[in-house]
């Protein structure tokens, strides 16, 4: 019987890998993750510099493309987040590293690492 589910098993994954909707899948999967990328950037966004009245993204500090999200599992993401301090030799950056790390867990819905 377990040989039978396993022929069964292969065949039906090899049908949907040559039909494409596997690829449709993995569009879905970008996609999804794109969203819940764009949805950690609106979050950290409005975050003040330390040192100036303006928030990251005026600064430039985060934009829309240092935000990264992969799924981990269900319902678990990881989110890196790549940040540029305003100067090479900022020594706040820990400081803005940390504010983005509390902003997230405070504010975001679904788990995340």
Do not use: W
């Not at 950290?44 to 928030?55: F, G, L, V, Y």
């Amino acid at each position: 019987m377990e040989i039978v589910l396993g022929l069964v098993s292969v065949t039906v994954s090899k049908v949907v890998q040559l039909s494409g909707l596997g690829a449709n899948s993995n569009v879905l999967r970008a996609k999804k993750m794109e969203e819940k990328a764009l949805e950690v950037y609106d979050v950290i966004r409005s975050i003040r510099d330390p040192e100036k009245p303006n928030t990251l993204e005026e600064l430039e500090v985060v934009t829309e493309k240092c935000v990264v999200v992969q799924e981990l599992g269900e319902d678990e993401y990881l989110i890196i987040i790549k940040f540029s301090p305003t100067v090479p030799h900022c020594s706040l950056a820990t400081l803005i590293g940390l504010c983005l790390q509390v902003k997230l867990q405070r504010c975001l819905p679904f788990k995340h690492k």
